[in-house]
């Protein structure tokens, strides 16, 4: 069963702070993987998603990489701004070929 | 606007009564997921629809819980004598290719009382 983890859990920066977020999953046999932003009470968003074989995927100040092999991903944020805080939530899709494992995200603020 | 759209927004709802959802995927997407999401957790799989055939229920889906998607068009999620433990985020999504990303609405937030 694919178990996707994000760490850290919650995360606080100054405003104008370079950040990198963490995922790592435990079934490498995935087809792509998504990033993906929710705002409090809201649905998400599409941020990035990186094909199985892609090693990075960049828009705007994002830029996230996939090291399949060794089952991780992280999503760097250049520049960071107080609109930037929200949940990040990363997800793949594995064998079932359809269906998105999510990890539980990390809870981004940045303080102005 | 063309993309999902779910209602209503809000649903509260007295345990043991009926609750029944609606979701409109972005209108060439013929591909339909229904995820919940749990406070401090990330949403679950619940169902999947290509048009209007289900093919795939996870074991979160009880019996009390029944999707459809007539016409392949717009889905519905109902939920039977629902329970406290329902209350949740309903979130739909739509894809036009498989693998491809999936974009979500805005979630139909469930509170049983």
């Known amino acids: 069963k694919q178990e996707v983890t994000q760490i850290p859990a919650a995360l606080s920066v100054p405003e104008g702070e370079n950040l990198v977020l963490n995922c790592s999953f435990t079934d490498s046999a995935i087809y792509n993987l998504q990033w993906f932003r929710q705002d409090p009470g809201k649905g998400l968003t599409s941020l990035l998603l990186?094909?199985?074989?892609?090693r990075e995927q960049t828009s705007g100040r994002l830029n996230a990489s996939l090291d399949k092999s060794s089952g991780r991903s992280t999503l760097y944020i250049a520049a960071s701004q107080p609109g930037d805080s929200a949940t990040y939530l990363c997800a793949v899709i594995g064998g079932s070929n359809y269906k998105l494992t999510f990890g539980k995200g990390t809870l981004l603020t940045v303080n102005p | 606007d063309t993309g999902v759209s779910q209602d209503p927004r809000h649903k509260i709802t007295k345990r043991g009564q009926n609750v029944t959802f609606r979701c409109d995927p972005i209108s060439e997407h013929n591909r339909l997921y229904w995820y919940r999401q749990t406070l401090g957790q990330g949403p679950e799989f619940l169902t999947y629809?290509?048009?209007?055939?289900?093919?795939?229920k996870s074991r979160l889906l009880s019996d009390r819980f029944s999707a459809e998607r007539p016409k392949g068009s717009f889905s519905t999620l109902e939920i039977q004598r629902t329970e406290q433990g329902d209350s949740a985020m309903y979130l739909c999504a739509s894809s036009l290719v498989l693998q491809e990303t999936q974009y979500f609405g805005p979630g139909t937030r469930l509170l049983v009382l």
């Open positions: 990186i094909q199985s074989s892609q």
């Open positions: 629809f290509q048009n209007e055939a289900q093919l795939e």
